[in-house]
């Protein structure tokens, strides 16, 4: 890791999000079918679905309307994200090149879910009272997927290249 100061960020960026909007915030769109009408689940905890509300209520009614093209992006994050960030984390932080190829397929798809969604928060039939806000709430899955992309630009991202080799 001393070599790969940089990758502390994408360590960080998955562990918060495998651990926090995967499975707390996300999930509570998924066990909350009717915000204005539900009972608190076991999980996620009362006041994390509190401030998801508030957040929805006050920034996001996008959110808070959960039309079915964004539960599907919630689906996505849930099945298929999540597990992309614990093993993202282990080859993070041990440095093991195979995980390029997910790595890709996560900024790509990544990439488009947030556009669409933004574009949705804009445009769409239940826009951002202040967009400008939920773009900076958003900013985070914008740019990292070409931040990952970046990093992964490498045939083998964790390994360090050999000298140049000059035909004698």
């Known amino acids: ?5 940089w990758d502390l960020f994408f360590i960080a960026f998955f562990a918060v999000n495998a651990t926090v909007i995967t499975y707390v915030v996300d999930l509570e769109q998924i066990v909350v079918a009717d915000p204005g009408n539900f ?7 009362g006041p994390a679905i509190d401030l998801v509300h508030w957040w929805g209520n006050n920034y996001d009614p996008l959110l808070m309307a959960r039309p079915p093209f964004w539960q599907m992006t919630i689906w996505i994050d849930l099945i298929f994200f999540g597990p992309f960030y614990l093993f993202a984390l282990y080859a993070f932080i041990r440095g093991r090149d195979w995980i390029k190829v997910p790595a890709l397929v996560w900024s790509g798809t ?3 879910n947030v556009l669409i969604i933004l574009m949705d928060e804009r445009y769409g039939v239940t826009p951002a009272p202040n967009f400008a806000i939920v773009l ?8 990292t997927p070409f931040l990952v992309m970046w990093r992964m630009r490498r045939e083998r991202p964790f390994s ?8 004698a």
């Open 1 to 5: 890791m001393r070599e790969r100061p």
């Open 39 to 45: 009972d608190y689940p076991v999980w996620p905890p």
């Open 110 to 112: 990544m990439l488009a």
């Open 136 to 143: 900076a709430a958003n900013a985070a899955w914008l740019v």
């Open 160 to 167: 360090r290249p050999g000298p140049a080799v000059v035909p």
